[in-house]
């Protein structure tokens, strides 16, 4: 992965536009990933605020707007794409929640990493009405986008000046953020998956009399 903090320090916000509009779209690019260091870059005092949430807002709302009407445009062409790129078991899920959610489903999976691009092609293709997938599109993107940049902002703000060291040491703040999420995840699953399974009172056999 390219060191996100220059490219968004050279390209200002439009770097952030860029990546995620396209991501929105369909196309593997970084996107929660680039939001998680524009928040690192609102604590350095690099970005703002309000212009990074518009910014980041309504190039989510534009990106899946796009991927909707591609979708929607060439249907099962689109999908058959799809299908090839991430295997036909995944695609059928992800047509079958949408199937059964409708725009809930859209809402949903802003939130989802491997279901976050496919929501607008794929609401397209099953010609879910406009109206509906916009408004689901619109209340996940005012949501998804305050939160990916504020987790980014909060990583940097509770481990401060170790974020800097990482940062060095691995030449690149998108890898330390990444690596700093992977860390989490690992300690939130040994925390409440691992641990109270090993702590779980082993079944003591019975003997017959």
Do not use: K, Q
Not at 72 to 79: A, E, K, M
Not at 139 to 168: N, Q, S, T, W
Not at 180 to 206: E, F, N
Request: proline fraction near 6%; include cysteine; hydrophobic fraction near 55%.
């Amino acid at each position: 992965m390219p060191d996100l903090t220059g490219l968004i320090d050279t390209w200002g916000y439009a770097a952030v536009a860029v990546v995620v509009v396209f991501g929105n779209m369909g196309l593997p690019m970084p996107e929660e990933t680039v939001l998680l260091v524009a928040g690192y870059l609102v604590w350095v005092g690099r970005l703002r605020w309000a212009p990074l949430l518009a910014v980041g807002i309504i190039s989510a709302v534009i990106g899946d707007n796009l991927g909707y009407w591609v979708g929607r445009r060439y249907g099962r062409v689109v999908l058959d794409r799809l299908e090839r790129r991430l295997g036909p078991g995944r695609l059928a899920r992800a047509e079958r929640f949408v199937a059964r959610y409708g725009a809930f489903a859209v809402f949903v999976a802003r939130f989802i990493a491997g279901l976050r691009v496919l929501a607008g092609p794929l609401a397209g293709a099953m010609e879910l009405p406009f109206g509906r997938f916009f408004l689901a599109n619109l209340c996940g993107a005012l949501l998804f986008v305050p939160y990916a940049v504020g987790i980014g902002y909060a990583i940097a703000y509770g481990l401060g000046p170790h974020v800097e060291r990482l940062h060095r040491l691995f030449g690149g703040i998108g890898h330390v953020v990444l690596i700093i999420v992977g860390l989490l995840i690992a300690w939130l699953l040994a925390r409440h998956v691992l641990w109270p399974r090993l702590r779980r009172p082993r079944a003591v056999p019975t003997t017959p009399l």
